[in-house]
């Protein structure tokens, strides 16, 4: 068995860090009082925020470590919802941070348990063409962990039903990023469905936004071999 994660002093940028992305979650509508939670990978497994503590009461010592079997160590309990996270993190080794929230209109359209189809070309930034809605299961439970797992597939948030959304990214700044995206988008599908049934982009349109967003962002110099930028560049005159 592999040994638990330190929680050594090496840590306190990463913790510091994930107590900022907590406390940002209400500041950004993304959920209220001590719902949701985030982590962050560390090597031999990740830091996530204790269970049922106001993000305004978290300090460095209260985010808790857990290995990628699941066992912990400290004074505090993880997250109920620690499980996700480490599903997360097994499924998708390249994912640096999770994000999990009962944003409003996400969890809105998870309660009707709808996902959230190509209506706008942005669900690319779940890395898929459309964000789907995981079955329901029980909160804090392996059901709910595997439901996730099956909605996510290749892309890198969903919704949650009856309960919110997860968002993973390579770092604490980019999965927040993502939850945001999410929330936004669930909030311009419920307004064009108040007025009548968007148009879905189809497949091939999607397929072509999803290489555009490969390169979306970076500079000529840092595209690599047989990328193309996201979009018809300017003629440059040095």
């Known amino acids: 068995m592999s040994s638990l994660p330190s929680f050594t002093d090496?840590?306190?940028?990463?913790?510091?860090?994930i107590i900022e992305t907590a406390r940002a979650l209400p500041k950004l509508g993304l959920t209220k009082g001590?719902?949701?939670?985030?982590?962050?990978?560390?090597?031999?497994?990740?830091?996530?925020?204790?269970?049922?503590?106001?993000?305004?009461?978290?300090?460095?010592?209260?985010i808790v470590p857990l290995d990628l079997e699941g066992r912990c160590r400290g004074d505090f309990l993880p997250s109920s919802e620690w499980r996700m996270h480490l599903d997360f993190y097994l499924a998708k080794p390249?994912?640096?941070?999770?994000?999990?929230c009962h944003s409003p209109r996400a969890t809105a359209l998870a309660c009707l348990r709808r996902g959230i189809p190509a209506f706008h070309y942005m669900v690319a930034l779940a890395g898929?063409?459309?964000?789907?809605?995981?079955?329901y299961a029980s909160f804090?439970?392996?059901?709910?962990?595997?439901?996730?797992?099956?909605?996510?597939?290749?892309?890198?948030?969903?919704?949650?039903?009856n309960h919110g959304q997860i968002a993973g990214g390579p770092n604490l700044k980019k999965a927040l990023s993502v939850a945001e995206g999410v929330e936004d988008l669930a909030d311009q599908y419920l307004s064009a469905l108040s007025i009548g049934d968007p148009h879905i982009l189809d497949a091939t349109e999607m397929k072509?936004?999803?290489?555009?967003?490969?390169?979306?962002?970076?500079?000529?110099?840092?595209?690599?071999?047989?990328?193309?930028?996201?979009?018809?560049?300017?003629?440059?005159?040095?």
């Open 10 to 17: 090496d840590t306190r940028g990463l913790r510091l860090e």
């Open 34 to 62: 001590t719902s949701g939670n985030v982590s962050a990978r560390v090597e031999g497994g990740f830091l996530i925020t204790p269970s049922g503590t106001p993000y305004e009461d978290l300090t460095p010592d209260k």
């Open 94 to 100: 390249d994912c640096g941070a999770v994000v999990h």
């Open 128 to 135: 898929g063409d459309r964000i789907e809605c995981a079955d």
């Open 140 to 161: 804090g439970t392996r059901a709910l962990s595997e439901a996730m797992i099956a909605a996510l597939g290749e892309r890198n948030a969903c919704l949650l039903a």
């Open 208 to 238: 072509n936004i999803l290489q555009k967003f490969k390169s979306y962002g970076k500079q000529a110099g840092e595209l690599t071999a047989g990328q193309t930028a996201a979009f018809e560049l300017p003629v440059r005159v040095d």
